[in-house]
């Protein structure tokens, strides 16, 4: 029989199941092994999408996402839990109660609020049980400045979200800038009740379905390496620039992250 392997952490993603294979569930997957990890997927909703929109979704029961969560932390040595799109003020409880038995895990919850296209994801009863029971647990947090804005609305700017959701018991929260109307992409990243660093980055064309996924889901998996949260927010963001530099498209609407981009031959070097 083999030994327990120490050499390769264990991550938990709690997220929604996407078919076409470009975000939710699937989209840790590939990012969590892309760093390294092993990846634990406890489903909380069976969505029916494609890359141009979500057409429904269906919540999984509550007790089943925390049977699926209980079953691996009673097995397996998770070194950080990552959430995703949640679908229910079920799965939100449920997954509250599982936290509050591991305290000692760090958390990265990317507020799954709208699917691309504008679908809503989480009602009013989602959000306000998301702000009350799962920020005091969070490590990370990742809006994008659109999420920022409807978890904290009493912010007349984004600095003012990000205190607001420091306030709420995040420890670190780490703004997109995805959707400003800037000329380069800036995330900044709250912790401390400051400001601790603005990243720039290059604005790519086009949007990308499963971006967000990605950045925190390798989050999740640099801490779960040993990387210190500033690091591990700071090579998260290049690693997942890189997956949409690199994108790609397979299907009729936006294109996904190549987040096995290291995996494969670089042009360059083929045209040597």
């Not at 470009?22 to 890359?51: F, K, M, R, W, Y």
């Not at 079953?71 to 040595?77: F, K, Q, S, Y």
């Not at 989480?122 to 490590?139: G, Q």
């Not at 990308?208 to 040993?226: E, K, M, P, R």
Request: charged share 20%; with cysteine; aromatic share 4%.
């Amino acid at each position: 029989m083999q030994e327990l392997s120490s050499s390769i952490p264990v991550v938990m993603a709690l997220s929604g199941s996407d078919p076409s294979g470009g975000a939710g569930i699937q989209a840790d997957i590939e990012s969590l092994a892309s760093h390294g990890c092993h990846c634990a997927p406890v489903i909380t909703a069976v969505t029916v999408q494609d890359t141009q929109e979500v057409k429904s979704y269906a919540p999984l029961d509550g007790s089943l996402i925390m049977e699926q969560a209980r079953a691996v932390l009673e097995d397996m040595p998770v070194a950080v839990i990552k959430i995703g799109m949640l679908g229910s003020v079920e799965a939100v409880e449920a997954i509250n109660s599982v936290l509050q038995d591991y305290p000692d895990i760090p958390v990265v919850l990317d507020p799954v609020l709208a699917a691309g296209n504008g679908a809503v994801l989480a009602d009013d009863e989602v959000l306000e049980a998301l702000e009350c029971l799962l920020l005091p647990h969070t490590t990370v947090l990742t809006p994008n400045s659109l999420e920022a804005r409807i978890l904290a609305p009493e912010g007349d700017n984004l600095d003012a979200c990000a205190m607001a959701l420091l306030e709420r018991g995040c420890e670190f929260v780490l703004i997109t800038g995805t959707h400003e109307n800037t000329p380069h992409v800036s995330n900044s990243l709250y912790g401390n009740h400051r400001l601790l660093e603005t990243f720039t980055w290059e604005r790519l064309t086009g949007s990308f379905h499963g971006s967000g996924c990605t950045l925190a889901a390798s989050i999740a998996g640099l801490l779960a390496q040993g990387l210190e949260p500033f690091a591990a927010i700071h090579e998260a963001q290049t690693y997942t620039w890189e997956t949409l530099k690199r994108g790609y498209r397979v299907g009729m609407g936006q294109p996904l992250p190549n987040r096995l981009f290291w995996a494969q031959p670089d042009p360059d070097d083929e045209a040597e």
